[in-house]
């Protein structure tokens, strides 16, 4: 399923109450004059957010509501469409309209995006480190003595580090200086490639640091980058194909809110709220 950021900004026709048939108070909803169970929207809820729901406030609630009933519109769509059967489930339903934006992406598309984004590929500089955490001090410097007579770094930080790299040695991996705190930042920029710095103490035990590499700025390459762009186009073809398809839905069906029937003070905001109806 999209993302909710995605759904929630999808428009569609709301009103607060209908003022037809009496409405059963388990009723959150009426889609295309089918009324839709609370019961309905709180399954998506355990869905989205488990069973924190009910520490979540008005305005959340509201915009998840909003977010079910799109893609309740949507559902509606891909059946009378006969893309799915009657009983689908929005998962289904959303990923049958979906296949429409399957196409493969091109390597033109993918080479035109790189050099019209290229700035997003930039990588900053970057260090890869080797990194011991221990509870005192002064077993950090019992640590930082043996390293110094010629002990492996890596071999320490298996036996002693309490950090979750010790399985791998302490190995980092690469990263980029501007994402360290500060005091570790400060030591590692003068640390020369094979230095171990000097014990760093931090609100979770005392840091040691050995610096392995630099790595200067540069800009990713094409062949790098290709299967992020490629991901990343296919889900913009998917989100504006639902941008489309919810627009449709939106001008087809009639979407009714029974505010008075929800446990929650109902807050939706849509761009054709104030056709809303009261009763």
Request: hydrophobic share 45%; with cysteine.
């Amino acid at each position: 399923m999209p993302s909710r950021r995605v759904l929630a900004a999808l428009a569609f026709v709301l009103a607060a109450c209908h003022p037809e048939a009496p409405i059963s108070a388990d009723v959150a909803a009426r889609v295309a004059g089918e009324a839709v169970p609370y019961a309905r929207f709180e399954d998506f809820l355990r869905k989205q957010v488990g069973e924190g729901a009910g520490a979540l406030d008005s305005k959340v609630l509201s915009r998840l509501l909003d977010q079910f009933l799109d893609a309740e519109l949507l559902t509606r769509l891909a059946v009378d469409e006969k893309k799915v059967g009657a009983t689908a489930g929005q998962r289904e339903a959303l990923d049958a309209l979906l296949a429409d934006a399957e196409v493969p992406v091109e390597p033109v598309e993918a080479e035109q995006f790189y050099r019209t984004h290229q700035a997003e590929f930039r990588l900053p500089e970057r260090v890869r480190l080797h990194h011991i955490l221990v509870a005192t001090g002064g077993e950090a410097q019992r640590i930082a003595a043996r390293v110094t007579k010629g002990e492996d770094f890596a071999a320490v930080a298996r036996e002693l580090s309490l950090d979750p790299s010790a399985p791998a040695g302490g190995d980092q991996g690469e990263i980029a200086i501007e994402d360290l705190p500060v005091p570790f930042a400060q030591q590692v920029a003068r640390l020369a490639p094979g230095e171990v710095g000097e014990p760093i103490q931090a609100s979770d035990g005392w840091h040691l640091f050995r610096l392995d590499e630099r790595l200067p700025v540069r800009t990713r390459s094409l062949d790098e980058v290709v299967p992020e762009i490629t991901e990343r186009l296919r889900r913009q073809r998917g989100d504006a194909l639902l941008a489309q398809r919810l627009a449709e839905a939106a001008d087809r069906y009639n979407v009714v809110v029974y505010a008075q029937n929800l446990p929650f003070d109902y807050r939706g905001d849509h761009p054709r709220a104030d056709q809303r109806e009261t009763r």
